[in-house]
């Protein structure tokens, strides 16, 4: 059990760029979620997928978020066109089927110029 | 629309005294909850888990109180640590385990 591994760990980029994040989950986790965090604030739900199949999505994520679990594994979350209020740290969790507790990478932290 | 609330963003307690952290939520479909505890720079660790069955969960010095009425859970830390200094989150979800909701976490100063 090697943990939630995220990369990178900060990205600093300019308006209207597009950014990639990647998250690693825990081997056999068929469940992962994405979430964003800004300061002073819980995590907030983005998305989730079981397996490969994303079956819930938040209305926080516009167009220019889009996520993907190809073949169940790892997962990347893309922001195109990045706007000053896409700076967060964004969070992404695995956990098992059931009520299983969600175990966190430490994030990818945002920061647009 | 804010689901999970924890109104007290912080709380100082002496060490080896109890600390009692509160988070109340709205959605009587919530399913099960849990806490995480989250230091500088790194994710959300999760604590500590209770399901809409029961009123108590206990794991060492931790224990979570649901009442689920008053659609309130508290967790109980004694006795306090200093290391236990951290911010703490409580969530919750419905019974698919597809979405979960994180109130604003509550800073724990646990002073020596």
């Known amino acids: 059990d090697t943990g939630v591994s995220q990369d990178p760990r900060h990205k600093i980029t300019k308006r209207g760029q597009n950014v990639t994040f990647r998250c690693d989950p825990i081997?056999?986790?068929?469940?992962l979620y994405w979430y964003r965090q800004t300061l002073g604030q819980g995590p907030e739900f983005l998305t989730y997928?079981?397996?490969?199949?994303?079956?819930?999505k938040s209305r926080l994520l516009s167009d220019r978020f889009s996520a993907e679990r190809p073949k169940g594994s790892f997962s990347t979350l893309e922001i195109q066109r990045t706007e000053q209020g896409d700076s967060a740290m964004y969070l992404c969790a695995s956990s098992h089927r059931g009520p299983q507790p969600q175990h966190f990478g430490d994030g990818t932290r945002l920061s647009i110029l | 629309d804010q689901q999970v609330k924890q109104n007290s963003p912080s709380l100082s307690v002496q060490e080896g005294r109890i600390s009692i952290l509160n988070c109340d939520y709205t959605?009587?479909?919530?399913?099960?909850f849990l806490w995480y505890k989250k230091y500088p720079a790194e994710g959300p660790t999760f604590l500590i888990s209770?399901?809409?069955?029961?009123d108590k969960n206990e794991d060492g010095r931790f224990t979570v109180f649901l009442n689920k009425s008053a659609k309130h859970l508290s967790l109980h830390i004694v006795p306090s640590q200093p290391g236990d200094s951290a911010v703490y989150f409580c969530a919750a979800s419905g019974d698919n385990f597809n979405k979960f909701y994180f109130g604003s976490g509550t800073k724990l100063n646990v002073k020596p």
């Open positions: 997928f079981q397996n490969e199949a994303q079956l819930e």
């Open positions: 081997s056999e986790h068929n469940r």
């Open positions: 209770i399901s809409s069955i029961k």
């Open positions: 959605n009587s479909m919530f399913d099960y």
